[in-house]
């Protein structure tokens, strides 16, 4: 079955930068394209990015476009997204999804704090 | 961008109850509407697809409607792990994939 675990949330200071990764099993990862979600506390859900199965393609939310890269190792089956000049507007849930379209499969999510 | 609204944004009901959540889409997005529901401190679920397809293992008591702008979600009866929110998202035009803001069904 499809597995996705996100880890590297953590604290940091508006300006740090930080990186999450997604561990993906029970799928032939390297033929899905895969998405960055997040949440704020208490809100709705925000789509961040998307990346094609090879990884040549990239697509990003305006709000994170020029500071987020997102990336990925289909020889670990892992996705990842590098989070630069984060913003206290940054503190959210972020989940990764696999998408054929649409989110058929998520993750838990991992909690990214932006606070001074 | 499409915008998505959902309505209302706050469903009150009873368990057995019929529940009927709106979302309206800024432009035409085809049938390419999904609907999923999040329970707290849960990932969201993908319920429907293209509108009026329900996902692998959905009951039958969720159902979607629609095309173009303007899209339902029934629920035909409330049991009682379907009190959630509940939101609308399209893959019309993207990039972005745009979520609807959400409909919280609660218990009355």
């Known amino acids: 079955q499809v597995h996705l675990v996100e880890s590297g949330g953590g604290v940091v200071q508006p300006g740090e930068s930080l990186r999450l990764s997604c561990a993906a099993s029970g799928f032939t990862f390297s033929t899905y394209g895969m998405h960055w979600v997040r949440q704020a506390p208490g809100q709705g859900l925000e789509w961040v990015a998307f990346?094609?199965?090879?990884?040549?393609?990239?697509y990003y939310a305006d709000s994170v476009k020029g500071r987020f890269t997102i990336s990925r190792d289909n020889s670990r089956n892992t996705l990842y997204v590098e989070m630069n000049s984060l913003r206290v507007e940054d503190t959210a849930l972020y989940y990764c999804?696999?998408?054929?379209?649409?989110?058929?499969?998520w993750g838990q999510g991992t909690l990214v704090t932006v606070s001074s | 961008e499409i915008v998505l609204t959902q309505s209302p944004a706050t469903l009150s009901l009873s368990p057995g109850d019929r529940a009927t959540l709106s979302c309206r889409a800024s432009?035409?997005?085809?049938?390419?509407l999904a609907w999923y529901q999040q329970k707290p401190g849960q990932a969201p679920r993908l319920l429907i697809y293209d509108a009026s397809n329900r996902a692998t293992g959905i009951p039958a008591r969720f159902s979607g409607s629609g095309s173009g702008t303007d899209f339902t979600l029934t629920i035909s009866s409330l049991e009682p792990e379907d009190f959630a929110i509940y939101y609308c998202?399209?893959?019309?035009?993207?990039?972005?994939?745009?979520f609807g803001p959400g409909t919280k069904v609660d218990i009355k």
């Open positions: 999804a696999k998408a054929v379209g649409y989110f058929n499969y």
């Open positions: 998202q399209h893959r019309s035009n993207w990039p972005p994939f745009t």
């Open positions: 990346i094609e199965s090879n990884g040549n393609d990239k």
């Open positions: 432009q035409s997005v085809s049938s390419y």
